[in-house]
């Protein structure tokens, strides 16, 4: 299985921008399509945004024009551009790969509040 370590979360306020990333273990990443998934408390994980083997992104509607996921293959990681950053964001964000789910990592939590 492949294991992710993400980073990068902090507290932001409102209309603030966070960069995270996320690290994959293997040597086969660039063959992947991999996501960036959240989950705030009291509800389900969903997936936010995904890169493809072709480096095409996909976003929920609710990131859309606010996100922007991308990859370095070279370097095995994915990142995820965060900008005005709502308190609907709050959540610990994880990334793995939507077609073939992989043992979570342990996230990063984004605090979005003043």
């Known amino acids: 299985q492949v294991q992710f370590v993400e980073s990068g979360g902090g507290l932001v306020q409102p209309g603030g921008s966070l960069r995270l990333s996320c690290v994959a273990s293997?040597?086969?990443?660039?063959?992947?399509?991999i996501g960036w998934y959240r989950q705030a408390p009291g509800n389900q994980r969903e997936l936010v945004a995904n890169s493809s083997v072709g480096g095409i992104p996909n976003y929920v509607d609710s990131v859309k024009g606010r996100f922007t996921i991308s990859r370095d293959n070279a370097k095995n990681t994915m990142y995820l551009e965060m900008n005005s950053l709502t308190p609907e964001d709050t959540a610990v964000y994880y990334c793995n790969r939507p077609n073939a789910l992989s043992k979570w990592g342990q996230g990063t939590q984004v605090t979005v509040s003043s």
């Open positions: 293997g040597s086969a990443f660039r063959l992947y399509t």
